[in-house]
């Protein structure tokens, strides 16, 4: 479980910020806004599971299988948060995962991302992540990310 008191290290963070820090823009940039972070964790939100258009829907729905894209996705901004600028990488696992819910349809409240770095290095990391709308958990998992050479 994630724990402990995250500080910012920089004010707001814009959206076009955020999109230079992933490998993804425009729709499928799901991560709305960053919360908080520090050195060992990042809490991120976002509302982009509401959207009718969302480039993950499939005949009009959206699985919770999606949401370990909103994790890689936070973690991904955290880990170039961290390098002061994209690093680019991949997710080579994830582990443990634990969903509480089938679909993303029924969940009208904003979705908290919060991810902790367990161990990080100059190959990778792993995190441990929870993703919830307000007090409801949807998702516990952990996750490996590779970093590219530099």
């Known amino acids: 479980m994630i724990t402990g008191r995250m500080k910012n290290r920089q004010p707001k963070i814009s959206q076009l910020q955020i999109e230079q820090l992933i490998p993804h823009s425009g729709p499928m940039s799901l991560i709305d806004r960053i919360d908080a972070w520090d050195e060992n964790s990042i809490q991120c939100r976002t509302a982009s599971h509401r959207r009718p258009d969302h480039p993950l829907r499939r005949n009009g729905s959206l699985s919770a299988l999606h949401l370990l894209e909103y994790g890689a996705q936070c973690i ?75």
């Open 76 to 150: 991904a901004i955290h880990g170039g948060l961290l390098a002061g600028g994209s690093r680019p990488g991949f997710l080579a696992a994830v582990k443990n995962a634990h969903f509480h819910v089938e679909m993303l349809d029924n969940i009208q409240l904003e979705l908290t991302i919060r991810a902790q770095s367990e161990i990080q290095d100059r190959n990778g990391a792993i995190y441990q992540f929870t993703i919830s709308a307000g007090k409801k958990r949807l998702l516990e998992a952990h996750a490996t990310v590779m970093y590219k050479p530099s």
